[in-house]
């Protein structure tokens, strides 16, 4: 059985390449004209493209979200949206899952990739974690972005966790953005991506239904950065193993 399963999960990886790759280029040139729109509102329709995309795909992957506490986004105001991170399959649910236009940190090597690199570099703010020049623009980047009203999205682990705990050691990077550019911290738990697309396992998909949990923001002023990344540390945490 447990061959049969392991077997079995390979095939349904393939068919997740594939229909990933397929409804990619059906919504490729609808995303490419937000570039023709500036500013929020092509962001916003930007992300609202990529919403009905991966809404509709991890259902045909059999692996559906259910999102709770969208209700604590505010109209007409940014966050920092912090997210736990376990596999791949993360990024396809947090950027749309959010109500608005948002743009994720993220790194370089994906620009790299026909068509979707294109898509990706306008979803993204993006970094070269190896020059040290190019960290310092994209800080500067994301406090552009989040002053024209469209949330920032960031993995404080940096890297997916493979440890068997809930999360590991943050970053400062999010939390020193919060407290220069004094915007909210909105922290969000993902649950389940780590059982569908397991972290060390080589090309394996196993529908699993996923959950992604919105958290009330946290006040980023008269608070270091350190402060803050402890207090959203804990929040997270709490609430991984409260939920899981």
């Not at 991170?85 to 620009?111: E, M, Q, R, Y």
């Not at 500067?140 to 469209?150: A, E, H, R, S």
């Amino acid at each position: 059985m447990k061959i049969a399963k392991e077997i079995l999960a390979r095939v349904w990886a393939l068919w997740g390449l594939v229909s990933f790759v397929t409804t990619f280029l059906i919504i490729f040139i609808p995303s490419m004209c937000c570039y023709l729109i500036p500013g929020k509102k092509g962001q916003d329709i930007f992300i609202a493209i990529s919403r009905i995309w991966m809404t509709f795909w991890l259902h045909i992957i059999g692996c559906p979200v259910t999102v709770t506490g969208k209700e604590y986004f505010a109209l007409n105001k940014a966050y920092i949206v912090t997210y736990n991170h376990n596999a791949l399959l993360d990024v396809p649910l947090s950027a749309p899952c959010i109500p608005a236009g948002n743009k994720t940190i993220a790194k370089s090597s994906f620009t790299k990739i026909p068509l979707f690199g294109w898509f990706y570099r306008k979803g993204s703010v993006i970094v070269d974690r190896k020059s040290d020049a190019s960290r310092l623009k994209s800080f500067d980047d994301m406090k552009n972005v989040l002053q024209q009203g469209i949330h920032m999205c960031i993995y404080p682990e940096g890297t997916r966790n493979r440890t068997k705990d809930p999360l590991k050691k943050f970053y400062s990077g999010a939390f020193k953005l919060a407290v220069e550019t004094k915007t909210q911290i909105m922290p969000a738990v993902i649950f389940n991506t780590r059982k569908a697309m397991p972290i060390h396992k080589t090309f394996y998909l196993w529908p699993y239904r996923l959950r992604l949990h919105f958290l009330e923001p946290v006040d980023a002023t008269n608070i270091s950065a350190d402060e803050l990344k402890d207090k959203v540390f804990k929040i997270m945490w709490d609430h991984y193993e409260a939920n899981q």
